[in-house]
């Protein structure tokens, strides 16, 4: 009978030794035999002593509020099986994240390091309230943030990244300007001596049309409105055979005229090339 | 010394309760075992009791944390001291250390989704960097973007924030467009404005005094200045603007661009009151539609 219990104890302590964590619950089948007989003191102690390693070992990776895994967790799924991906953490609470990274690398890799080995994008952000969609954030606060319509702000933005911007792309005005106003061009082109336009040198949010005052001479209307003065425009003639001077001057609401003088003080009809930015406000 | 029916089905009850673990619960909690010696048990019983009750928590883990998959209601801390081995990360071609490794091995599907209801400063994920090293690193060894970025309305098909598999940034809205182009280092929007393709200073003998570094210069006669840019030159592609720099008292200069030729941009320079050439210091700007 001694020989038969020790048999069975090895077999109990295999199957629950669980306090070194396993890739799953597995135990071996017991496999006592009729007419076996163990000692209440032995199975009291072989069930309780096991059981209690495995509460412990289970309660400390997983239990109702959460868990702590000390050491690397790998999980390897195939998300065609199992739905949306391998890893799914979903957070309920409106006050936290639903998952915090936090490194300490001094070189190599970032706290979160993401590889996509198909053709697929390696990263895809989704607000679907009004939050930021991304921010970049260094010891003293947010440097770089997408907001929620994708538009971009790079500088020192204060804590949650609102602060104002050195630098900001905007998504629905497609500006880039600073914190002086200066960014791209409102608009360029190119136009003909009799006012055409050059569509493929040209941007394409103005008009151009022959000007009845001075004659002859081209208004410029910008798209979006506003006045002729929100801007500044510089005007360089093209392939002119005679010498002549560029004039910008405000034509009605809306219109910027260019004419050109030439060395007897004559308005000339003359191509010419134009840039134009938009003014900060004062 | 014949086993007492009673006895036996209380013990049975016991354990049974100890290891009900088919639905989870706060934690893995059992009640002790206390058979007094002199029980007996039937072998079957026992058997059925601990198979049973074994499989119960086997399944109950399983749904946890099994080879299939699983679900962890709470939070879960991942703390590790980049543990995972370097013939581990060398045999999937990845040289760095991690605490928590994600792999999805389908050809469809995310490695990892993140869901979120906060309503505050709480990002969806918060990555967090204490030492020196990047806070987030993206590696695209296929041909997909390294991020795309959707805000309402998701029926747009087009993310509002991209950044392309080359670094090129773009911005999309129902009205407007920004595009940072990495393998031309312009700005792009929707009307086709950008930052300038070339500009600079040319002095009156045509030397180069400074600019954007993708172009040369030369004098071809008096107030006659070539400009070879990177691309070829054309009225019909390029608007170019011009100012004189001059001191005072100096007598006026008109400038202007001359027809293409052959792809040079040429610049002439005349004096104002007399038309004739005449040498000057002049800066440009060129811009272009197409980046």
């Not at chain 1, 914190?179 to 200066?182: A, R």
């Not at chain 2, 959707?150 to 087009?158: E, M, T, V, Y």
């Given at each position: ?143 770089f943030?997408v907001?929620?319509?994708g538009s971009i702000s790079i ?10 911007p050195?630098l900001r792309l905007d998504a629905?005005?497609g500006t880039v300007t600073n914190?002086?106003?200066?960014g791209l ?98 | ?144 973007d390294l991020i795309?970025a ?9 993310p509002a924030f991209s950044v392309q598999n080359d670094g090129t940034v773009s911005i999309e809205s129902?009205?407007a467009s920004l595009t940072l182009h990495a393998a031309t280092g312009t700005i792009e929007n929707q009307?086709g404005s950008g930052i300038p393709l ?90 272009a539609?197409s980046p």
């Open positions: 009978m001694k020989k038969h219990r020790r048999i069975r104890v090895l077999v109990l302590s295999i199957a629950l030794g669980l306090s070194v964590w396993g890739a799953a619950f597995t135990f071996t089948t017991a496999s006592f035999s009729e007419g076996d007989v163990l000692s209440a003191e032995a199975l009291n102690a072989l069930l309780n002593n096991n059981f209690q390693a495995a509460a412990s070992a289970t309660d400390e990776k997983l239990d109702l509020s959460g868990g702590t895994i000390d050491g690397t967790l790998r999980v390897n799924g195939d998300a065609s099986q199992n739905g949306g991906g391998a890893l799914f953490v979903s957070q309920t609470n409106n006050a936290l994240s639903a998952g915090v990274f936090q490194g300490n690398a001094n070189t190599g890799f970032g706290a979160v390091s993401i590889k996509q080995q198909g053709t697929a994008p390696v990263l895809t952000l989704r607000a679907s309230g009004l939050g930021q969609v991304l921010i970049g954030a260094n010891a003293s606060g947010a440097r943030v907001e929620n319509d500088g020192n933005l204060g804590s949650v990244g609102t602060s104002d050195t629905e005005a914190d002086v106003g200066s061009p409102v608009a360029f082109g190119f136009i003909g001596s009799d006012c055409s336009l050059e569509t493929e040198t040209s941007t394409s949010n103005f008009s151009a049309a022959e000007a009845d005052f001075p004659d002859p001479s081209c208004d410029i209307v910008i798209d979006g409105g506003g006045s002729p003065n929100d801007y500044v425009v510089i005007v360089t003639p093209d392939g002119a055979l005679e010498t002549l001077t560029p004039f910008t001057a405000i034509n009605g609401p809306a219109a910027i005229n260019v004419s050109f003088l030439d060395a007897d003080d004559q308005f000339h009809a003359q191509a010419f090339h134009f840039v134009a930015f938009k003014k900060a406000a004062p | 010394m014949k086993p007492s029916g009673r006895h036996r089905r209380l013990r049975v009850a016991i354990l049974s309760a100890a290891l009900g673990l088919s639905v989870w619960g706060a934690a893995f909690t059992f009640t002790q075992a206390s058979f007094s010696e002199g029980d007996v048990l039937s072998a079957a019983s026992l058997n059925a009791l601990l198979n049973d009750n074994f499989q119960a928590a086997s399944d109950a883990i399983d749904a946890k944390l099994g080879v299939a998959g699983g679900t962890v209601t709470g939070r879960l801390s991942v703390a590790a001291d980049a543990a995972l081995s370097q013939e581990f990360l060398d045999s999937l071609g990845i040289d760095l250390a991690t605490s928590l490794f994600v792999a999805n091995t389908a050809s469809t599907g995310s490695a990892a989704t993140f869901l979120a209801e906060s309503s505050d400063e709480a990002p969806a994920v918060f990555a967090w960097q204490q030492g020196n090293g990047t806070a987030m690193t993206l590696k695209a060894a296929g041909s997909g795309q959707f805000s309402p309305p998701f029926s747009r098909a087009i129902a009205n009307d070339a500009h600079g200073t040319v002095d009156g003998k045509g030397d180069k005094l400074g600019g954007t570094t993708n172009w040369t210069s030369s004098q071809n006669d008096t107030g006659i200045y070539t400009i070879d840019l990177p691309v070829d030159y054309n009225e019909k592609a390029h608007a170019v603007t011009l100012t004189p720099v001059q001191k005072v008292g100096d007598d006026p200069v008109a400038l202007n661009v001359l027809l293409s030729n052959g792809g040079d941009l040429v610049i002439q320079a005349r004096n104002t009151a007399t038309g004739a050439p005449v040498d000057t210091t002049f800066t440009f700007v060129v811009h539609v």
